[in-house]
């Protein structure tokens, strides 16, 4: 039977405790201007990676001036990252008209080098200018520049570390994409949008009971969530620049866990209305669900195939909750997991080739992550109350829930484990987090 950790409808006695949810959703038609400065993300990066590229980010000229302290953004995303390790630049300022004295910054062990410079206009605006080279080839990799209000500051600098990312690594970054999350602070529950580092967060919905299972649409547009303000779990669809809403599911019974197809066209839910709890898929504006197959157990956390063609989910049909995936159009589910008796929460990387899921281990449980094509999993952390893995749009990193030392915060880690990052908040309970794709340029 599926215990108490699995997201299962409120109709069943397996109702998870740190999801025990919602009432009347308040929709704010615009995003606050911040969240306030008590509940900001602290950045934490832990661990040492085996093959990580060392980098100099030298203080940007007119950085101590500025609101936001641009070289600070750009180096503690590309350590998040674990591709990356800070070379020392001792507090040297210069910005990207010069050109670097290349073999110094060799000697202090840069393989390359990031400089540049923040001036104001007198407009108001910031006039953002940066350059990166590659000490090792002597070669300039090109730059960028900005022309931004103080509130886009730090979306410049994601901008910025992502150039650098795709420079060095020849892949997309991430940091100028965004997160989810849902807190739970007092009586209140809100859901939040946020940079990819938990900064600059902004209230999307507010209400006095708890919110779940947000999920981002392919478009990065709208949020699909449950509202349990009907006394039972009903699925919204949440325009996230409007703050306009519509009713996705409600019928009979219990209707949770969307998750999006990717295409954006559908979703697959898990709903009660013929009895039990069993996965359907729906169209994107509502109508009548399609029910993808018969089962006497439970199934329900439905999560999409990147391609598209199949859907992971957990039941109990065995006995106890394990991952399965069906195609779908339905037809006969295979089992996925096998490592453990305990399987929960499955999400497959945008690249397909990854699974991330929670175990329970001796009664604890972590974060795993299986390679598709082999079968083999790893067990990613040492903590012991995971939750809701959620991968990032280059399937290079995971967001997860978890706790610490007694708190509830968000974490970052790649794939190996080996590189962490705390995003540890100040306003009560943090969960539920679910990472948005790339931004449209």
């Not at 795993?368 to 040492?382: F, K, P, Q, R, Y």
């Amino acid at each position: 039977m599926i215990t108490d950790r699995t997201p299962t409808p409120p109709s069943c006695a397996a109702l998870p405790q740190r999801r025990r949810l919602l009432a009347a959703l308040v929709a704010v038609p615009t995003l606050p201007a911040a969240f306030p400065a008590a509940a900001q993300f602290r950045v934490e990066v832990t661990g040492v990676g085996l093959t990580q590229l060392p980098i100099a980010i030298a203080a940007f000229r007119g950085d101590a001036q500025a609101p936001q302290k641009m070289s600070a953004i750009v180096q503690a995303d590309l350590e998040r990252s674990g591709q990356f390790r800070a070379v020392d630049a001792a507090a040297v300022a210069f910005d990207e008209t010069a050109r670097p004295d290349l073999a110094l910054w060799r000697q202090k062990g840069a393989d390359s080098l990031v400089a540049g410079s923040v001036a104001r206009l007198a407009d108001g605006r910031f006039d953002v200018r940066f350059r990166l080279w590659d000490l090792v080839k002597g070669q300039d990799l090109g730059g960028q520049s900005f022309a931004v209000g103080p509130g886009d500051l730090r979306l410049v600098a994601h901008r910025m570390a992502d150039f650098v990312y795709e420079k060095l690594t020849g892949e997309r970054g991430v940091f100028s994409t965004r997160i989810a999350y849902v807190t739970k602070a007092g009586s209140r529950y809100s859901l939040w949008v946020a940079d990819a580092d938990g900064e600059n967060a902004q209230s999307a919905l507010s209400s006095p009971e708890p919110i779940i299972s947000p999920a981002w649409s392919p478009s990065g547009g709208q949020l699909a969530y449950v509202s349990f303000e009907s006394r039972k779990p009903v699925v919204y669809v949440h325009d996230v620049a409007s703050g306009r809403r519509r009713l996705i599911a409600n019928f009979r019974g219990s209707n949770s866990a969307p998750a999006w197809a990717p295409d954006g066209r559908s979703l697959a839910v898990t709903l009660s209305r013929d009895g039990g709890s069993q996965l359907y898929t729906i169209d994107a504006n509502g109508g009548e669900p399609r029910r993808l197959m018969q089962s006497a157990g439970i199934d329900t956390e439905p999560a999409f195939s990147s391609d598209g063609r199949s859907i992971y989910f957990v039941s109990d049909r065995g006995g106890a909750p394990q991952i399965y995936k069906v195609g779908t159009a339905g037809g006969n589910a295979e089992r996925v997991s096998f490592s453990g008796s305990y399987n929960i929460s499955p999400s497959v990387s945008p690249d397909g080739r990854w699974l991330a899921y929670i175990s329970r281990v001796a009664g604890a449980f972590k974060l795993h992550v299986m390679d598709l094509s082999s079968g083999a999993v790893n067990a990613i952390t040492e903590s012991t109350a995971d939750e809701n893995p959620s991968f990032a749009p280059n399937s290079r990193l995971i967001v997860y829930a978890t706790q610490q030392q007694g708190r509830e915060a968000l974490m970052t880690s790649t794939l190996d484990g080996k590189i962490k990052a705390r995003l540890s908040g100040q306003a009560g309970d943090i969960r539920e987090p679910d990472w948005g794709p790339f931004q449209k340029p």
